[in-house]
């Protein structure tokens, strides 16, 4: 069986479930904040940036920040409960496939929910920008380059989180236990986008990239940049650590 078959059959499982129904409904209730205080855009001539990028960058941190992470250590889970409910890992165990196949395919599903929740995060901001522009009169929209380019950076920049989350779904079986550990990883990276080892901590990537953009757009505020050296190989490593523990643990409870 080969890898597309494969991810083909895990994208099916997951078509009945409630995950995508989670992702939109986060994404709903994190620029609904964004849109009551609209007003509060106009007020940020301290930090020297123009009322649209401020709303842009303070829905997209937020959701950089706890809503996306949050989300996707819930879809790791559910994912692999999709697996465990019924005794699922058996019967696809039971079949002649590789089992690291079987666990990278669960992985790329993981990152098409990633890009989906990206998507839905864009199509919300353009319709929350639409409401806003309609009640104050101005103009909230930036051009689809700019978002286009910056949704596709935090995307970018999340594979290596989404690496470690897949990991914890795998290797810890107790679903509460993997979700309580996948959210307590998060609360951190505000403290750890602010050390010198930010590298170091995968939950802290998509924030510490769109603080790095809210310096460039505010003129009066200076944050620290990313600089690919010792980042990119660190985020190499980090990627290839744990989807390889990720394969070697993935069923081995099952086959017992």
Known sequence: MNFLTLFGIEFKKIKHSKICLILFAATIILWIPSVFHSDLNFQMQAEGISPEHNFFIQGFMGMSWFMF??????????????????????????????????CLAKFTVLLVLAAVQMLLMTGMYYISAAICQTVHH???????????KE??????SAIPMLAVF?????CIRTPVFSIGIGLASIVPSVLMINTKIWFA????????????????????????????????????????????????????????
């Open 69 to 102: 992470p949050a989300g996707m250590v819930v879809c790791t889970v559910l994912l692999s409960q999709t697996e465990r409910t019924n005794h699922g890992i058996l019967k696809m165990l039971a079949l002649p496939l590789h089992t690291a196949k079987l």
């Open 138 to 148: 101005y103009s909230f929209m930036l051009p689809l380059q700019f978002v286009a």
């Open 151 to 156: 949704t596709g950076i935090l995307f970018l």
């Open 166 to 170: 897949y990991m914890l779904s795998v």
């Open 201 to 256: 901590y995968p939950p802290s990537y998509p924030l510490f990239v769109i603080t790095s953009e809210y310096g460039k757009l505010a003129e009066n505020l200076n944050t620290a940049q990313v600089k690919f050296l010792p980042w990119l190989p660190a985020a190499v490593i980090i990627t290839i650590t744990a989807l390889c523990t990720s394969c070697l643990c993935f069923g081995q409870a099952e086959r017992r």
